[in-house]
């Protein structure tokens, strides 16, 4: 498993359809700005001092063969109705648990060099992912992961990192790639690739990657599919951009027999209560 201007009415429905533009039958929408909780009413508790810069877990054991979970947002919003949108105080206390229960978010980085026999991992590993780059994966999501000292990985659509489009800025991916969080490609427009010609899939693929690496300077080595889809000509593209791995909307874990641009992940929503949560990324 697995994104102009408008009056707010119109931008309010937006937001709630466009939000769970990741799944396989979601419709591509506008980028909007989602209506966020500001951070300083979320109380995520502070276990210790953040660091200035992520530091990695270490661990010492072998890739688990339960696979790792890779959880997946979309907003850290408290909207209404908001399917996809996680709100913050729910958000805290995820990671809350995930700290106290001894999970250690790892890095993609991490988890390739472990999946290719290359890098040891932690007792509990866990990958964290957010799809689309809303903005409140900055104001509300990054905080709260700093507290913990976790990382995540953030997938965006190059189009959408643009002035006015109401998500987040290139300034701000820059710092959060400094901290120690990884980004990844989303595409350039959010487009279902299984419905586009070869050109037009490439142009989606290598631009949005090509963009990403002039704009933080760094080289972008995962991939996330718009909506889940995808086709053989994709994978195909995928690996001659020089992607090391593909994230899906397919449930489960990701495990070490598994198709790297086929991983498995397990969506987390504003439906979830901690209790589900706890389910879904212990099972």
């Known amino acids: 498993m697995s994104r102009r201007v408008c009056s707010p009415m119109i931008a309010m429905v937006v937001i709630v359809l466009s939000l769970t533009g990741c799944s396989p039958t ?5 980028p909007v700005q989602p209506i966020i909780t500001s951070q300083q009413s979320v109380d995520a508790g502070q276990p210790k001092q953040a660091p200035q810069k992520w530091v990695p877990p270490q661990g010492d054991n072998d ?16 909207l209404p109705g908001n399917v996809a949108g996680v709100p913050p105080a729910e958000f805290a206390a995820q990671m809350k648990y995930l700290y106290d229960a001894g999970f250690s978010p ?18 509990k590993p866990v990958v964290i992912t957010f799809d689309d780059g809303y903005p409140d994966n900055y104001t509300v999501a990054f905080p709260i992961l700093k507290q913990y000292n976790f990382t995540a990985a953030f997938f965006v659509v190059t189009s959408y990192m643009q002035p006015g489009q109401g998500m987040m800025t290139w300034d701000e ?10 980004i990844g490609s989303h595409t350039v427009n959010h487009l279902d690739l299984s419905k586009l010609s070869k050109t037009e899939q490439k142009n989606e693929i290598f631009q949005s990657k090509a963009k990403i690496e002039i704009e933080l300077g760094v080289s972008v080595n995962y991939f996330c599919y718009p909506f889940g889809n995808f086709n053989q000509t994709t994978l195909s593209l995928l690996r001659q951009a020089g ?7 397919a449930s489960g874990t990701a495990r070490q027999q598994d198709n790297l641009f086929l991983l498995k992940r397990v969506f987390v929503n504003g439906l979830h209560d901690l209790d589900d949560f706890k389910h879904r990324v212990s099972s």
């Open 63 to 78: 890739f688990p063969a339960a696979g790792v979970p890779f959880l997946y947002y979309h907003s850290i919003t408290s």
């Open 243 to 249: 992607y090391k791995l593909a994230v899906t909307t």
């Open 173 to 182: 991916l820059r710092e959060m790639q400094a901290y120690g969080m990884t």
């Open 26 to 30: 979601a419709k591509t929408s506008s």
């Open 106 to 123: 790892i890095s993609l980085d991490q988890f390739y060099a472990a999946y290719q026999g290359r890098g040891k991992l932690p007792r």
